[in-house]
């Protein structure tokens, strides 16, 4: 499954990534080489992380040295992106969806 992530990077900038998991580390790798550099997310310096549903599935990561806003681009389903993190990542995940639709 491959999740394309377009982070916020700059005021009205986005740049996309591919969310992955290696270990206990999240993976942001852009898309395109000059783009921007690899993130690496531990674990351990992982506050909080939140998918809320919406058109396009968003998803916020609150690390101990920044924030990391993206949105998954057309086509990803909320669904699987839910499945995806909590089979990666041993740690809380809030999920805000829309019931009933």
Not at 24 to 40: H, R, S, V
Not at 61 to 83: L, M, N, R, T, W
Request: proline share 3%; aromatic share 10%; hydrophobic share 40%.
């Amino acid at each position: 499954m491959k999740l394309i992530l377009w982070m916020k990077t700059g005021f009205f900038k986005k740049t996309p990534y591919s969310l992955g998991a290696r270990g206990n580390n999240l993976l942001l790798i852009p898309t395109k080489a000059e783009d921007a550099e690899q993130i690496i997310l531990k674990q351990e310096g992982l506050l909080s992380v939140t998918l809320t549903q919406r058109k396009y599935p968003e998803l916020e990561i609150q690390a101990q040295d920044a924030v990391y806003v993206g949105v998954f681009e057309e086509g990803v389903d909320f669904e699987e992106v839910a499945s995806y993190l909590k089979e990666h990542l041993k740690t809380k995940i809030i999920c805000e969806y829309k019931g009933g639709e």
